[in-house]
């Protein structure tokens, strides 16, 4: 059976640590100037001294800052600094993975030591050379909203509040948050005849806005988020203002809606959020680990049809500035734009390193993790559905009797067999070709491919959603980006509270 383990090292008392991350004092002393081509050896060399196919070393270094405010009043106001480093190293399927929450060089020699004793391994690591590597800049910033002072950022998220009781008498409760993070990571891998160290910065931040709308007994709520890799230059795109009163807009249109019908009826999916669909009940099943597990039911499927030929699902890490865009992934692999559903072909799957090995090809960039603490394993970054030729009034015209879904709260999948269920907080009837009463309760339930299967006519009109949705797996969680066009799928089940 392959071999999993994760093990802590404990600090020790030595020489102090060297520095990753940007300081007051050094503004531009960050990544590779930090940790030198010598001790990255050394460690890489003490993790292998058993023996293994290969080692890698993830530093990281995140600062983050979160501000609350709950109806009005400022709630809570949240801060941390975290830094470490995680060691793997991997003989065929079996890993060993260590940790050490410190930049101590002692420390991380520890780390890399019990790395290596778990994984077992026999043989000796050959002299290689260290390569320090570029990468692209696909979200530069020049200034961070972390480092906002407390005063404006409050600021921000009083606007909202503003804006979105001012939207009616009848919103009387006004929620929001924001949370930015600075991040850089520093990832060291022993492939071949040399190490390839590369650097990132990775700057993020969000925000989210909740209304609750009330008209006699009756209470409804509304959100907003948004956000991804910039700096204060977003809320000149996308103002604290609009995301008030978008929360507002969809509380209140929530108080006109209806039940849900119960049935199977023709979907059509919205431009922006509904891409959360296509995240979870197609991309997933796409990871190569669940295929090399053979726990997809996309096992084994590669070349055949998987979907309508008008689809094709694309990831794509290198979107300008998306809240799941990546220089490079976690284990230090540049990553490029990668089709995994051509023309509804399956063309191939996400793929990290060790999922690459097995089925002997290359890795698509696609090894992401949440912290040094967690190994990595294949995640997607920005996953869409390109646009087709279709309008998307015409394609609402097209629908006798159905559903249009806007806006999703999230959904589940099972992997094994694509099988999926997906709430709406933004649903509408369509009846002969209009959109007419807001629904309430609604849940699309379906299988990934089925559904896929159903794609009859897809929109020239793609978005990508803003920056809100973050993914979870195996418990970790990573910040991803999902889009797509107006698509209509000619059959899935509502599972809705009105017959007919």
Request: proline share 5%; glycine share 12%.
């Amino acid at each position: 059976m392959p071999k999993s383990a994760t093990a802590k090292a404990k600090p020790t008392a030595s020489a102090a640590s060297p520095a990753l991350v940007r300081t007051p004092e050094a503004p531009f002393m960050t990544g590779p100037q930090a940790i030198s081509r010598q001790l990255a050896q050394q460690v890489l060399e003490r993790a292998l001294a058993r023996g293994g196919d290969f080692a890698d070393l993830y530093f990281e270094y995140r600062r983050s800052a979160s501000i609350s405010m709950e109806d009005g009043r400022v709630r809570s106001v949240g801060g941390s600094v975290d830094m470490g480093v995680g060691i793997r190293v991997v003989e065929g399927q079996g890993v060993g993975y260590a940790y050490a929450e410190t930049l101590d060089p002692m420390a991380m020699l520890d780390a890399a030591e019990t790395a290596g004793q778990i994984a077992r391994a026999g043989a000796k690591i050959r002299p290689i050379k260290v390569r320090k590597r570029r990468t692209a800049d696909v979200y530069s910033v020049e200034a961070e909203v972390v480092d906002i002072e407390g005063r404006s950022r409050v600021e921000l998220l009083r606007r909202a509040d503003k804006a979105a009781r001012a939207a009616s008498p009848k919103i009387v409760r006004v929620d929001a948050n924001l949370v930015a993070v600075h991040k850089e990571i520093l990832v060291v891998s022993s492939h071949g005849e040399q190490i390839d160290m590369v650097y990132d910065f990775q700057p993020m931040c969000r925000i989210s806005v909740s209304a609750v709308a009330r008209e006699g007994t009756r209470s409804e709520s509304g959100s907003s988020s948004g956000g991804g890799r910039m700096g204060p230059e977003y809320f000149d795109l996308v103002s604290p203002e609009d995301h008030g009163v978008e929360a507002s807009r969809v509380a209140l249109l929530n108080l006109d809606s209806r039940e849900a019908p119960a049935g199977t009826f023709p979907i059509v999916l919205a431009p922006g959020d509904s891409g959360i669909l296509l995240h979870e009940a197609v991309g997933h099943g796409l990871e190569a680990d669940f295929n090399r597990k053979q726990t997809s039911n996309y096992c084994g499927r590669v070349g055949q049809s998987v979907a309508s030929a008008l689809v094709t699902v694309v990831d794509d890490p290198a979107i300008a500035s998306s809240r799941g865009s990546i220089n490079v992934d976690d284990e230090g692999v540049l990553p490029k734009p990668h089709r995994l559903i051509e023309g509804g072909k399956l063309r191939g799957y996400l793929q990290d390193r060790i999922s690459a090995e097995w089925f002997k090809t290359k890795p698509t960039g696609s090894g992401r993790r949440q912290s040094f603490r967690h190994e990595p394993m294949p995640r997607m970054t920005n996953t869409f559905m390109e646009e087709g030729q279709d309008a998307p009034e015409d394609i609402i015209k097209s629908v006798k009797r159905g559903v249009y879904a806007k806006k999703f709260s999230g959904g589940q999948v099972n992997i094994s067999n694509g099988d999926f269920v997906f709430s709406l907080t933004e649903g509408y009837l369509i009846e002969d070709g209009k959109l007419t009463a807001p629904l309430k309760g609604v849940n699309l339930i379906g299988n990934g491919p089925e559904a896929l299967a159903t794609v009859s006519m897809v929109g020239h009109d793609f978005e990508l959603s803003d920056g809100m949705w973050t993914c979870g797996k195996d418990g970790q969680s990573v910040p991803v980006g999902v889009g797509m066009p107006t698509v209509k799928l000619d059959s899935l089940t509502v599972g809705g509270s009105s017959v007919g």
